[in-house]
């Protein structure tokens, strides 16, 4: 089975609206940690945001916030006043405290701001 | 600034040859990882390596050799026995400690066939 799904391959935002971008995980263990990352074009790999499976609020950080569902084990990214710069592929990725230092990325969406 | 290194940006390898990636860490970090990524695609991991003279085999790890003889250093070699080595490399690196830390990623190598 699949650890991280990105069911969304490309998505589509009108400049300063609001886009969100969805993230389902599959995990037993009650211990792990959530992270996106945006990669431009230009191919590095930017960490955004992160979330514990134990915070009880959702991480903020600037205008990215995540939507932490844990009961329906999802992590969905929310970009607010969406920029052109914001157009781009995103990950979403999980660390489980079981698996060491494994990390597992999904397949990636990939975001155009429309002007 | 505390980084990622990857060299070089760009690489091309003639058939038959074997050809080393180089991946330079001074975060202080224990764990780095491999990563190759095809154009439209996700991250595949390659190998990966929890602390100095030990690594693990990723998902696709034929074809490919790395060493961990420092903290700092991770290199990855492709070998000959890779058919369709074309693609993106990613090295990262993250704590060994604190499973909510991040990977931390250089800027990427990416290689050709001549």
């Known amino acids: 089975a699949q650890k991280i799904t990105q069911t969304q391959p490309g998505m589509f935002v009108q400049e300063k609206e609001a886009v969100t971008l969805d993230c389902t995980y599959d995990t037993s263990d009650p211990s792990y940690g959530l992270f996106w990352y945006k990669q431009p074009s230009s191919g590095e790999m930017i960490f955004l945001i992160y979330q514990g499976s134990y915070d009880q609020q959702n991480a903020t950080e600037g205008r990215y916030s995540l939507n932490f569902q844990k009961a329906r084990k999802s992590a969905n990214l929310v970009i607010s006043a969406s920029q052109l710069g914001d157009s781009a592929m995103y990950f979403c990725a999980m660390r489980e405290y079981d698996a060491g230092n494994q990390f597992y990325f999904g397949t990636g969406t990939s975001l155009t701001v429309i002007p | 600034d505390g980084g990622i290194t990857q060299s070089p940006k760009y690489l091309f390898r003639k058939e038959g040859q074997n050809v080393t990636l180089s991946c330079e860490q001074n975060?202080?970090?224990?764990?780095m990882y491999w990563y190759r990524q095809d154009p439209g695609q996700g991250l595949r991991l390659i190998y990966y390596s929890q602390i100095v003279n030990d690594f693990q085999k990723g998902d696709i790890a034929e074809g490919y050799s790395v060493s961990r003889e420092k903290k700092e250093s991770f290199p990855l070699t492709v070998t000959s026995a890779q058919k369709n080595p074309t693609a993106f490399y990613l090295c990262?690196?993250?704590?060994?400690?604190?499973?909510?830390?991040?990977?931390?990623f250089g800027d990427g190598t990416r290689l050709s066939i001549l």
């Open positions: 990262a690196s993250s704590s060994g400690t604190g499973r909510y830390q991040p990977q931390h």
């Open positions: 975060l202080n970090h224990d764990a």
